[in-house]
């Protein structure tokens, strides 16, 4: 079993449509996750961290549920321009290491 | 402020062959990260440095493979005796301090393809 695992969909939306992304992880000590955006042939960039209580960033909704290890990513209202995978990503407990989801391919079409 | 940077941008080499890859991180960022990313794959963790301490190598795939850091600044990616499966996205990351909640920032990657 990976250690952080997504559906590498592709999730094919029209614009405006609510979309949302899950991950899960194996690794219970896990200490920081977070939400990166990497477009086509583009280096990855941090979208979002997720903290334990929920946090929203404009259309974007991050939660995290421990208990069943995993992650969530809410895109509300997409835009054309969300096109792009989304990777899921862990930090060891050790603080050292990041563990990247192998990501979730969104369309958004017009 | 200048990020991340990387060269070469694109690495074509035959197999068996030497390759070194260069990452320049932002100025005054202590902690430094090497990744790489094969076609439609996550991101997979290679080797982390974080000021004078030894790096953490735990995520080298073969011996082949060697990282420097000069200076607590540049540095270097090696692969030695490249081969077909090293082909690949290689990207560095760089940080201010290492802190967990810290964002890395990523250079453009190497794009690598060994004939």
């Known amino acids: 079993r990976k250690e952080v695992e997504q559906d590498p969909g592709p999730f094919n939306v029209p614009e405006g449509a609510t979309v949302a992304f899950n991950c899960t992880y194996s690794?219970?000590?896990?200490?920081?996750f977070f939400w990166y955006r990497q477009d086509c042939r583009k280096e990855p960039k941090l979208l979002m961290s997720?903290?334990?209580s929920g946090n929203e960033d404009g259309r974007f909704t991050a939660q995290l549920n421990r208990a069943s290890q995993y992650i969530s990513l809410l895109i509300r209202d997409s835009k054309l321009s969300d096109s792009a995978t989304y990777l899921c990503?862990?930090?060891?407990?050790?603080?050292?290491?990041?563990?990247f989801g192998g990501g979730t391919r969104l369309m958004v079409k017009p | 402020g200048a990020g991340v940077s990387q060269s070469p941008s694109n690495k074509v080499t035959e197999k068996g062959k030497d390759v070194e890859l260069r990452c320049d991180p932002i100025?005054?960022?202590?902690?430094l990260y090497w990744y790489r990313q094969s076609l439609g794959q996550g991101l997979e963790f290679l080797i982390y440095?974080?000021?004078?301490?030894?790096?953490?190598k735990s995520g080298l795939p073969s011996d082949r493979f060697s990282a420097e850091r000069t200076g607590g600044s540049v540095s270097t990616l090696t692969i030695q005796r490249t081969q077909q499966e090293d082909s690949a996205v290689y990207l560095c990351?760089?940080?201010?301090?290492?802190?967990?909640?810290?964002?890395?920032?990523f250079g453009p990657g190497t794009r690598l393809l060994v004939l």
């Open positions: 990351a760089s940080t201010q301090g290492g802190g967990r909640r810290e964002t890395q920032y």
């Open positions: 690794n219970s000590a896990s200490q920081s």
């Open positions: 997720v903290y334990s």
């Open positions: 990503v862990v930090r060891n407990n050790a603080g050292n290491m990041l563990t």
């Open positions: 100025s005054g960022h202590t902690a």
């Open positions: 440095f974080q000021g004078n301490s030894a790096p953490d």
